[in-house]
Protein backbone atom coordinates (compact mmCIF):
# COMPACT_ATOMS: atom_id res chain seq x y z
CA UNK A 1 0.00 0.00 0.00
CA UNK A 2 0.81 3.59 -0.59
CA UNK A 3 -1.45 6.05 -0.04
CA UNK A 4 -4.64 6.31 1.64
CA UNK A 5 -7.61 9.24 1.07
CA UNK A 6 -10.65 11.03 0.81
CA UNK A 7 -11.32 11.77 -3.08
CA UNK A 8 -14.62 13.35 -2.41
CA UNK A 9 -15.91 16.76 0.67
CA UNK A 10 -16.38 14.93 4.24
CA UNK A 11 -15.80 16.29 7.17
CA UNK A 12 -16.01 14.18 10.58
CA UNK A 13 -16.03 15.26 14.03
CA UNK A 14 -16.00 12.32 17.15
CA UNK A 15 -16.88 13.13 20.35
CA UNK A 16 -16.05 11.27 22.82
CA UNK A 17 -19.43 12.81 25.41
CA UNK A 18 -18.93 11.06 28.73
CA UNK A 19 -16.82 8.46 30.25
CA UNK A 20 -20.05 7.31 32.19
CA UNK A 21 -21.53 3.63 31.18
CA UNK A 22 -24.28 1.60 32.59
CA UNK A 23 -22.40 -1.68 31.07
CA UNK A 24 -18.55 -3.18 32.38
CA UNK A 25 -17.08 -5.06 29.72
CA UNK A 26 -14.22 -6.95 30.88
CA UNK A 27 -12.44 -5.66 27.91
CA UNK A 28 -13.30 -2.06 27.77
CA UNK A 29 -10.52 0.19 29.15
CA UNK A 30 -11.75 1.39 32.59
CA UNK A 31 -11.17 5.16 31.68
CA UNK A 32 -14.18 4.48 29.69
CA UNK A 33 -16.57 4.07 32.39
CA UNK A 34 -14.95 5.70 35.82
CA UNK A 35 -17.57 8.10 35.67
CA UNK A 36 -14.82 10.80 36.11
CA UNK A 37 -16.14 12.91 33.09
CA UNK A 38 -19.85 13.19 33.10
CA UNK A 39 -21.64 15.23 30.35
CA UNK A 40 -20.85 19.23 29.71
CA UNK A 41 -23.02 21.99 31.49
CA UNK A 42 -25.33 24.19 29.14
CA UNK A 43 -22.81 26.89 28.71
CA UNK A 44 -19.89 23.90 27.78
CA UNK A 45 -22.76 22.31 25.23
CA UNK A 46 -23.46 26.02 23.63
CA UNK A 47 -19.85 26.24 22.83
CA UNK A 48 -19.37 23.25 21.66
CA UNK A 49 -22.21 23.88 19.18
CA UNK A 50 -20.42 26.83 17.74
CA UNK A 51 -16.98 25.05 17.49
CA UNK A 52 -18.13 22.26 15.27
CA UNK A 53 -19.93 24.76 13.21
CA UNK A 54 -17.24 26.46 12.42
CA UNK A 55 -15.45 23.08 11.84
CA UNK A 56 -17.86 22.17 9.32
CA UNK A 57 -18.24 25.85 7.77
CA UNK A 58 -16.62 24.79 4.42
CA UNK A 59 -18.75 21.75 3.53
CA UNK A 60 -22.43 21.61 3.14
CA UNK A 61 -24.43 19.67 6.02
CA UNK A 62 -24.81 16.35 3.24
CA UNK A 63 -20.91 15.93 3.79
CA UNK A 64 -20.93 16.85 8.13
CA UNK A 65 -20.42 14.07 10.66
CA UNK A 66 -20.55 14.55 14.13
CA UNK A 67 -20.42 10.73 15.99
CA UNK A 68 -21.03 10.86 19.31
CA UNK A 69 -19.58 7.89 21.59
CA UNK A 70 -19.10 7.34 24.69
CA UNK A 71 -19.24 5.88 28.05
CA UNK A 72 -22.91 5.63 26.97
CA UNK A 73 -24.25 8.66 25.57
CA UNK A 74 -27.88 7.75 26.22
CA UNK A 75 -26.99 8.39 30.11
CA UNK A 76 -26.87 11.79 29.49
CA UNK A 77 -30.47 13.12 30.90
CA UNK A 78 -30.18 15.83 28.38
CA UNK A 79 -29.32 13.88 25.35
CA UNK A 80 -31.97 14.12 23.34
CA UNK A 81 -32.45 18.19 23.46
CA UNK A 82 -28.78 17.85 22.83
CA UNK A 83 -29.01 16.13 19.62
CA UNK A 84 -32.21 18.12 18.43
CA UNK A 85 -30.16 21.10 18.48
CA UNK A 86 -26.89 19.90 17.01
CA UNK A 87 -28.73 18.16 14.20
CA UNK A 88 -29.81 21.46 12.48
CA UNK A 89 -26.14 22.26 12.19
CA UNK A 90 -24.73 18.99 10.77
CA UNK A 91 -25.87 15.49 10.58
CA UNK A 92 -25.26 13.33 13.96
CA UNK A 93 -23.98 10.09 14.43
CA UNK A 94 -25.00 7.85 17.17
CA UNK A 95 -22.65 4.73 18.46
CA UNK A 96 -24.33 2.97 21.54
CA UNK A 97 -25.18 0.05 23.21
CA UNK A 98 -28.48 0.23 22.60
CA UNK A 99 -29.65 -0.37 26.29
CA UNK A 100 -32.18 2.20 26.87
CA UNK A 101 -35.63 1.04 27.20
CA UNK A 102 -37.78 0.67 23.54
CA UNK A 103 -39.78 3.70 24.81
CA UNK A 104 -36.84 5.93 25.23
CA UNK A 105 -35.55 5.32 21.65
CA UNK A 106 -39.20 6.23 20.19
CA UNK A 107 -39.20 9.56 22.45
CA UNK A 108 -36.11 9.94 20.82
CA UNK A 109 -35.98 13.65 18.56
CA UNK A 110 -34.49 14.38 16.06
CA UNK A 111 -34.50 17.58 13.63
CA UNK A 112 -32.56 15.90 10.53
CA UNK A 113 -31.95 12.27 10.39
CA UNK A 114 -29.07 10.72 12.07
CA UNK A 115 -26.26 9.64 9.39
CA UNK A 116 -26.08 6.47 10.72
CA UNK A 117 -27.13 4.48 14.39
CA UNK A 118 -24.52 2.48 15.47
CA UNK A 119 -25.02 -0.63 18.07
CA UNK A 120 -22.35 -2.06 19.50
CA UNK A 121 -23.45 -5.57 20.79
CA UNK A 122 -21.32 -6.31 24.11
CA UNK A 123 -22.13 -10.60 23.88
CA UNK A 124 -21.52 -10.38 27.88
CA UNK A 125 -24.31 -8.12 28.54
CA UNK A 126 -26.75 -7.32 25.71
CA UNK A 127 -29.78 -9.45 24.63
CA UNK A 128 -30.22 -10.14 21.47
CA UNK A 129 -34.29 -10.08 21.09
CA UNK A 130 -33.59 -6.28 22.75
CA UNK A 131 -30.99 -4.88 20.91
CA UNK A 132 -33.15 -6.43 17.37
CA UNK A 133 -36.13 -4.13 18.57
CA UNK A 134 -33.86 -0.93 19.03
CA UNK A 135 -33.12 -0.93 15.12
CA UNK A 136 -36.41 -1.59 14.28
CA UNK A 137 -37.55 1.63 16.40
CA UNK A 138 -34.57 3.47 14.93
CA UNK A 139 -35.32 2.47 10.93
CA UNK A 140 -37.83 5.72 11.21
CA UNK A 141 -34.95 8.06 12.45
CA UNK A 142 -31.97 7.37 10.18
CA UNK A 143 -30.82 5.48 6.79
CA UNK A 144 -28.02 3.54 7.98
CA UNK A 145 -28.46 1.17 10.80
CA UNK A 146 -25.43 -0.88 11.93
CA UNK A 147 -24.83 -3.12 14.44
CA UNK A 148 -21.26 -4.24 15.64
CA UNK A 149 -20.80 -7.73 17.42
CA UNK A 150 -17.63 -6.96 19.20
CA UNK A 151 -16.70 -10.68 19.05
CA UNK A 152 -15.64 -12.33 21.93
CA UNK A 153 -14.53 -15.91 21.82
CA UNK A 154 -16.07 -17.13 24.72
CA UNK A 155 -19.59 -15.81 23.51
CA UNK A 156 -18.83 -17.10 19.93
CA UNK A 157 -22.18 -18.69 19.80
CA UNK A 158 -23.89 -15.71 20.93
CA UNK A 159 -22.48 -13.76 18.49
CA UNK A 160 -23.00 -15.37 15.40
CA UNK A 161 -26.35 -16.12 16.20
CA UNK A 162 -27.56 -12.60 16.43
CA UNK A 163 -25.58 -12.02 12.81
CA UNK A 164 -27.12 -14.79 11.51
CA UNK A 165 -30.44 -13.56 12.92
CA UNK A 166 -30.43 -10.14 11.25
CA UNK A 167 -28.43 -11.83 7.67
CA UNK A 168 -31.05 -14.03 7.10
CA UNK A 169 -34.29 -11.57 7.84
CA UNK A 170 -35.14 -9.02 5.50
CA UNK A 171 -34.19 -5.91 7.79
CA UNK A 172 -32.52 -3.05 6.16
CA UNK A 173 -30.09 -3.62 9.32
CA UNK A 174 -25.66 -3.54 8.51
CA UNK A 175 -23.91 -5.96 10.57
CA UNK A 176 -20.20 -6.99 11.22
CA UNK A 177 -18.31 -8.55 12.94
CA UNK A 178 -15.70 -6.45 15.08
CA UNK A 179 -12.65 -7.79 16.46
CA UNK A 180 -12.22 -6.44 20.07
CA UNK A 181 -8.36 -4.97 20.08
CA UNK A 182 -5.73 -5.24 23.32
CA UNK A 183 -5.40 -2.69 25.74
CA UNK A 184 -3.33 -3.40 29.12
CA UNK A 185 -6.55 -5.19 31.13
CA UNK A 186 -7.78 -7.12 28.46
CA UNK A 187 -6.05 -9.73 25.55
CA UNK A 188 -8.15 -10.86 23.35
CA UNK A 189 -5.33 -13.90 22.46
CA UNK A 190 -7.52 -14.97 19.16
CA UNK A 191 -6.76 -17.84 17.42
CA UNK A 192 -5.97 -18.62 13.90
CA UNK A 193 -9.00 -20.11 14.09
CA UNK A 194 -11.39 -16.79 15.28
CA UNK A 195 -9.51 -14.32 12.81
CA UNK A 196 -11.18 -17.05 10.69
CA UNK A 197 -14.38 -16.80 11.66
CA UNK A 198 -13.78 -12.93 11.49
CA UNK A 199 -12.80 -12.71 8.33
CA UNK A 200 -15.05 -15.26 6.75
CA UNK A 201 -18.36 -13.65 8.13
CA UNK A 202 -18.75 -10.29 5.91
CA UNK A 203 -20.30 -7.46 6.99
CA UNK A 204 -23.62 -7.49 5.64
CA UNK A 205 -24.25 -3.62 4.18
CA UNK A 206 -27.96 -2.99 4.33
CA UNK A 207 -29.37 0.83 4.11
CA UNK A 208 -32.80 2.23 2.59
CA UNK A 209 -33.59 2.79 -0.78
CA UNK A 210 -33.34 6.13 -2.54
CA UNK A 211 -36.88 7.03 -3.33
CA UNK A 212 -37.40 6.23 0.59
CA UNK A 213 -34.75 8.51 1.40
CA UNK A 214 -36.42 10.99 -0.77
CA UNK A 215 -39.87 10.82 0.50
CA UNK A 216 -39.23 10.97 4.37
CA UNK A 217 -35.87 12.76 4.11
CA UNK A 218 -36.50 15.37 1.26
CA UNK A 219 -34.17 17.99 2.64
CA UNK A 220 -30.86 15.84 3.41
CA UNK A 221 -29.46 13.76 0.61
CA UNK A 222 -26.27 11.90 2.76
CA UNK A 223 -23.17 12.04 1.06
CA UNK A 224 -20.65 8.99 2.61
CA UNK A 225 -16.69 9.24 2.65
CA UNK A 226 -15.38 7.87 -1.18
CA UNK A 227 -11.96 6.47 0.14
CA UNK A 228 -8.87 6.28 -2.16
CA UNK A 229 -6.73 3.37 -2.00
CA UNK A 230 -3.77 3.22 -4.17
CA UNK A 231 -6.59 4.30 -7.19
CA UNK A 232 -9.32 1.54 -5.88
CA UNK A 233 -12.28 3.29 -4.32
CA UNK A 234 -14.26 1.84 -1.37
CA UNK A 235 -16.89 2.92 1.02
CA UNK A 236 -14.88 1.31 3.90
CA UNK A 237 -11.36 -0.72 4.34
CA UNK A 238 -13.17 -3.51 6.86
CA UNK A 239 -10.95 -5.94 4.30
CA UNK A 240 -7.79 -4.19 6.12
CA UNK A 241 -9.26 -4.73 9.84
CA UNK A 242 -10.49 -8.29 9.05
CA UNK A 243 -6.99 -9.30 7.16
CA UNK A 244 -4.94 -7.47 9.84
CA UNK A 245 -3.64 -4.60 7.08
CA UNK A 246 -4.27 -1.73 9.12
CA UNK A 247 -0.66 -1.08 10.26
CA UNK A 248 0.70 1.86 9.06
CA UNK A 249 3.51 2.41 11.25
CA UNK A 250 6.27 5.20 10.20
CA UNK A 251 3.49 6.51 6.89
CA UNK A 252 2.76 9.97 7.09
CA UNK A 253 -0.81 10.98 8.66
CA UNK A 254 -2.37 14.12 8.19
CA UNK A 255 -4.14 14.70 11.17
CA UNK A 256 -6.17 17.07 12.20
CA UNK A 257 -7.85 18.30 8.51
CA UNK A 258 -10.52 15.89 7.81
CA UNK A 259 -11.06 14.50 11.08
CA UNK A 260 -10.80 16.06 14.64
CA UNK A 261 -11.42 14.14 18.41
CA UNK A 262 -13.09 15.57 21.14
CA UNK A 263 -12.65 14.07 24.32
CA UNK A 264 -14.47 14.22 27.53
CA UNK A 265 -12.88 17.15 29.20
CA UNK A 266 -13.38 18.98 25.31
CA UNK A 267 -9.90 18.76 24.48
CA UNK A 268 -9.72 18.61 20.54
CA UNK A 269 -6.76 16.19 18.95
CA UNK A 270 -6.44 15.52 15.32
CA UNK A 271 -7.00 11.89 15.62
CA UNK A 272 -9.11 9.40 17.40
CA UNK A 273 -5.75 7.30 18.21
CA UNK A 274 -4.10 9.91 20.65
CA UNK A 275 -1.29 10.01 18.35
CA UNK A 276 -0.77 13.99 19.46
CA UNK A 277 -1.19 13.05 23.18
CA UNK A 278 1.73 9.85 22.36
CA UNK A 279 4.15 12.77 20.69
CA UNK A 280 3.52 14.89 23.66
CA UNK A 281 1.89 17.73 21.66
CA UNK A 282 -0.59 19.75 23.22
CA UNK A 283 -4.43 19.92 22.51
CA UNK A 284 -5.38 22.07 19.44
CA UNK A 285 -8.15 23.54 21.40
CA UNK A 286 -10.63 23.10 23.57
CA UNK A 287 -14.12 22.74 22.01
CA UNK A 288 -16.33 23.83 25.23
CA UNK A 289 -14.08 27.37 25.56
CA UNK A 290 -12.75 27.86 22.02
CA UNK A 291 -14.09 28.84 18.82
CA UNK A 292 -11.81 27.25 16.30
CA UNK A 293 -8.23 25.85 16.25
CA UNK A 294 -5.62 26.37 13.69
CA UNK A 295 -4.59 22.93 11.56
CA UNK A 296 -1.75 20.53 12.92
CA UNK A 297 1.52 19.59 11.36
CA UNK A 298 0.96 15.93 9.81
CA UNK A 299 3.04 13.05 11.79
CA UNK A 300 4.82 9.94 11.29
CA UNK A 301 2.62 7.15 13.06
CA UNK A 302 4.23 5.44 15.31
CA UNK A 303 1.49 2.44 15.96
CA UNK A 304 1.41 -0.79 14.39
CA UNK A 305 -2.44 -1.13 14.54
CA UNK A 306 -5.07 1.45 13.39
CA UNK A 307 -7.91 1.01 15.92
CA UNK A 308 -9.88 3.66 14.95
CA UNK A 309 -11.83 2.89 11.36
CA UNK A 310 -12.52 6.67 10.95
CA UNK A 311 -8.28 7.09 11.38
CA UNK A 312 -8.29 4.87 9.30
CA UNK A 313 -10.43 5.81 6.29
CA UNK A 314 -10.59 9.42 6.73
CA UNK A 315 -6.88 10.44 7.39
CA UNK A 316 -4.94 11.17 4.53
CA UNK A 317 -2.04 8.78 4.91
CA UNK A 318 1.26 8.15 2.70
CA UNK A 319 3.58 5.63 3.02
CA UNK A 320 6.44 7.86 2.96
CA UNK A 321 9.02 4.56 2.61
CA UNK A 322 7.92 3.36 -0.26
CA UNK A 323 10.54 4.46 -2.18
CA UNK A 324 13.21 2.66 -0.88
CA UNK A 325 16.08 4.57 -2.66
CA UNK A 326 15.81 7.82 -1.51
CA UNK A 327 15.09 6.13 2.21
CA UNK A 328 18.19 4.44 2.07
CA UNK A 329 20.29 7.33 0.68
CA UNK A 330 19.08 10.22 3.52
CA UNK A 331 15.96 8.79 5.60
CA UNK A 332 16.33 11.83 7.98
CA UNK A 333 16.02 13.85 5.25
CA UNK A 334 13.36 12.10 3.57
CA UNK A 335 11.40 12.06 7.02
CA UNK A 336 11.97 16.24 7.25
CA UNK A 337 10.75 16.42 3.98
CA UNK A 338 7.61 14.56 4.09
CA UNK A 339 6.53 16.41 7.40
CA UNK A 340 7.14 20.23 5.83
CA UNK A 341 4.80 18.85 2.38
Partial sequence: MKRIQLVNQYKKIIWECTTTCNYSCTYCPPQNSDGKYRWPNEEQTANLIDFSKNFYSNVDINSTDFDVMGGEPTMWPAFSEFCEEMSKHCLVGLSTNGSRTERYWKKLKITNPFRYFVISFHPETADIDHVINVAKIMYEKTPAITIFVLYLPSYKQKCLELYNRVKNSDLRISIKLKPIYSTLR????????????????????????????????????????????????????????????????????????????????????????????????????????????????????????????????????????????????????????????
Avoid at 186 to 213: A, L
Avoid at 220 to 235: F, Q, R, W
Avoid at 240 to 267: A, M, R, S, V
Wanted: proline share 7%; with cysteine.
Fill in 186 to 341: FKPNYTSEDWKVIQETERVGRRWPDEDMERVFPDVTIKNPAIDLDGMVYENLDHLENNQQNNFKNWLCHIGTDLIYIGPDGNVRGSACGVSKYLKRKPLANAYKDKTFIKPKAVICPYSECHCPADAEILKKVNIFNQPQRVAHDPDKHIKNALAS
